[in-house]
Nanobody, 125 residues
Framework: QVQLVESGGGLVQAGGSLRLSCAAS????????MGWFRQAPGKERELVAA????????YYRASVKGRFTISRVNAKNTVYLQMNSLKPEDTAVYYC??????????????????WGQGTQVTVSS
């Protein structure tokens, strides 16, 4: 069982930055690929970024490439999402999620087994 707790959301003006953190329980954190998802009102949950257990492989959706950076520190059981140049369309509840994947990462929302409670990110224009 993996428990995930996000933090770092808030209200920011367009062009600003936020860093989200996700702390995970458990002793095999490096065996889990991690993903950051977001869900805006009336829209489906979408993958924003993903990272493999080792941190070597990453994935970004096109709309955030060059603005967001996903990273992890396995010694701290923590994954981060650095968000720069934020836009109003980035407004959503952001969730971190984990899937057991010792050799890669996943871009499929249905493959993720463990989810955090979410943190609100609001970008004003």
């Amino acid at each position: 069982q993996v428990q995930l707790v996000e933090s770092g959301g808030g209200l920011v003006q367009a062009g600003g930055s936020l860093r989200l953190s996700c702390a995970a329980s458990g002793r095999t954190f490096s065996s889990y690929a991690m993903g950051w998802f977001r869900q805006a009102p009336g829209k489906e949950r979408e993958l924003v970024a993903a990272i493999s257990g080792s941190g070597i492989s990453t994935y970004y959706r096109a709309s955030v490439k060059g603005r967001f950076t996903i990273s992890r520190v396995n010694a701290k059981n923590t994954v981060y999402l650095q968000m720069n140049s934020l836009k109003p369309e980035d407004t959503a509840v952001y969730y971190c999620a984990a899937v057991f994947a010792p050799n890669g990462l996943s871009t499929e929302v249905n493959e993720y087994d463990y989810w955090g409670q979410g943190t609100q990110v609001t970008v004003s224009s």
